[in-house]
């Protein structure tokens, strides 16, 4: 777990070094709320997004599963600061594996609640999906906004960056790849 006093004396030595006063009245919590933050922000560094997943049988159902525009909050490991955005997850399940509908945004959750870059984040997601159903082919389309970029170095807000994770028939049969982009796309 999240060493907490640690983060808190931490942050203290960093409102010091910018130069400002962490005694001074908007700063005296300041501290411990970013100790509480980063247990809630980088909780999954704890926690196991493969034990989330539950497995159902649905007679033969071997038909596209598409989960869009799932939310998704990250930290960029470069700069520590945020990138915000959305992912698409869509599978196909073999011999009737399905996944509760749930779950996909679960395991987005989790996979981004740690420090993460965003093309490894895209790879997880459709790696946890492959190991833990065994599907005909997985998708994984990431769309986001990275605060590194916009309010910092090249200052371009609004500039969006876009990842994929193709696996299985997805990555390798050109007709079922172009049927997938065009749902998460239509």
Do not use: W
């Not at 777990?1 to 910018?18: S, W």
């Not at 869509?90 to 996909?104: A, D, E, F, Q, T």
């Not at 093309?119 to 065994?134: G, H, K, P, Q, Y």
């Amino acid at each position: 777990m999240i060493d907490k006093q640690r983060v808190k004396n931490a942050v203290r030595e960093i409102l010091i070094a910018i130069g400002d006063n962490p005694d001074r009245e908007g700063l005296r919590e300041t501290p411990d709320r970013v100790a509480k933050m980063y247990e809630e922000i980088f909780a999954g560094l704890y926690t196991d997004p493969k034990t989330l997943v539950k497995v159902f049988q649905e007679d033969s159902h071997e038909e596209m599963i598409l989960v869009k525009k799932i939310p998704l909050y990250s930290v960029c490991e470069h700069h520590l600061l945020p990138f915000v955005g959305e992912a698409n997850v869509v599978y196909i399940p073999k011999k009737g594996r399905i996944m509760g509908l749930s779950k996909l945004a679960r395991i987005v959750d989790i996979v981004a609640k740690k420090p993460q870059l965003q093309e490894r984040l895209t790879s997880e997601v459709a790696d946890i999906v492959m190991e833990t159903i065994n599907p005909l082919g997985v998708a994984v389309v990431v769309e986001a906004e990275h605060l590194c970029m916009t309010m910092r170095g090249i200052k371009k807000p609004g500039s969006k960056t876009v990842t994929s994770a193709l696996r299985g028939i997805i990555k390798t049969d050109a007709k079922t790849r172009s049927e997938v982009m065009s749902l998460i796309n239509g």
